[in-house]
């Protein structure tokens, strides 16, 4: 079990563990019962037909192998050495360069390239950039975040039902001091949907730095998709992508809102820096 693995497991965990203390603080069984039945709700329709939802918010058009072979060449290859079946594959409309896979399992997954990435990536940085996409669909990271976008949600539904409650029943139910009571209730408030977010964030990085392994593993060359992210990381600052939604950014192989988002780092990005991802690309022989 590598790094990655393990920091997905444990921000999964403690996603759940702060999920269940504030239901647990609000309304016992019944109010985590409910928080975790609303994100349920929320999410499942999103996990279930993401494919088609992702497909359709980006504007992607399917290929046909006829149009694009050397695109089918290189994604069944991949999905043969990683023994998985072939996805659907489209290409975007949009000039920034840049490609996404989404899909609830291997069975029901696509891949879509933008025209921006097909001008400026050769086909063996494409190659790259497709090992990792569907290292995405092999791992399951769609499943994944969804699962902590389930338990996400509920945290936030359950700091704004606590909020509601105080508002209107009172802060001192607990027979303790009012004001006491009320600094509580809005540390909880603004704190735990802010935790939750950073955790989200965490474990959207800690899975591109899986994709980007596992990718390496698959071809046995971490080059191809370092030099890929270099060109990508540099043009997605300066080319919008008029399609992006803040909700979908974390689906890209880059941030398409680099150029809107420039200054966002550390904690509160989506993504782990460019630059790291190619030095661990290029710090190991992928070959071995």
């Known amino acids: 079990m590598n790094l990655n693995t393990v920091k997905t497991a444990a921000i999964l965990a403690l996603l759940l563990a702060l999920c269940v203390g504030i239901g647990e603080l609000l309304g016992g069984g019944e109010g985590l019962a409910i928080g975790i039945v609303i994100g349920l709700v929320f999410t499942g329709g999103s996990y279930w ?38 996805p659907r594959l489209f290409v975007t409309p949009d000039q920034q360069p840049n490609a996404f896979a989404t899909g609830r399992n291997p069975h029901h997954a696509a891949v879509a390239v933008t025209a921006g990435i097909l001008h400026i990536c050769t086909w063996d940085e494409l190659r790259g950039v ?6 995405h669909v092999r791992n399951r990271d769609v499943l994944v975040a969804s699962v902590a ?7 936030t539904l359950l700091a704004r039902f606590a909020a509601w409650g105080g508002l209107f029943f009172g802060m001192g139910g607990n027979g303790g001091d009012e004001g006491e009571n009320l600094l509580e209730l809005l540390a909880m408030v603004i704190l735990a949907p802010l935790a939750a977010v950073l955790l989200q964030l965490a474990l959207s990085r800690s899975r591109e730095y899986q994709a980007d392994r596992s990718g390496a593993e698959l071809i046995g060359d971490g080059r191809p998709l370092a030099q890929a992210l270099s060109k990508l990381d ?7 992508m008029p399609t992006a939604r803040p909700e979908m950014a974390g689906l890209f ?4 809102l680099g150029a809107r988002r420039a200054h966002m780092a550390g ?17 190991r022989d992928w070959s071995r």
């Open 149 to 155: 976008a389930t338990i996400a949600m509920a945290i």
């Open 130 to 135: 497709l090992a990792h996409e569907i290292s």
């Open 253 to 256: 192989i880059v941030n398409p």
């Open 267 to 283: 904690l509160f990005s989506d993504h782990p820096p460019t630059d790291e991802r190619i030095r661990r690309l290029l710090a």
């Open 49 to 86: 037909f993401s494919d088609s939802i992702a497909i359709r918010a980006a504007r992607g058009q399917p290929v046909s192998e006829a149009q694009m072979p050397e695109y089918y060449a290189v994604v069944r290859d991949l999905t043969t050495r990683a023994g998985m079946p072939m």
């Open 234 to 240: 540099s043009m997605s600052r300066r080319i919008p």
